[in-house]
């Protein structure tokens, strides 16, 4: 499968992946992450349900917190 990631292409042996897959994959490791698919916030605890599909659009942000 072949999606946008972040703004960059990215393929994928599989045809869908889990979010969670999707940052075992990635090695996104950060506590504080958010996630959309196609502009749709997923929710932490939907990380194991959510599906990403060829040409999904995803965005994966990391917050940073500081002062």
Request: aromatic share 6%; proline share 0%.
């Amino acid at each position: 499968m072949k999606i946008t990631l972040n703004n960059t292409s990215e393929e994928f042996g599989q045809d869908v992946m889990t979010v969670n897959e999707l940052l075992k994959v990635k090695t996104f490791t950060f506590k504080m992450l958010v996630v959309r698919i196609n502009g749709i916030l997923v929710k932490k605890d939907e990380y194991s349900t959510a599906v990403i599909k060829d040409k999904d659009d995803v965005m994966v942000l990391h917050l940073v917190s500081g002062g």
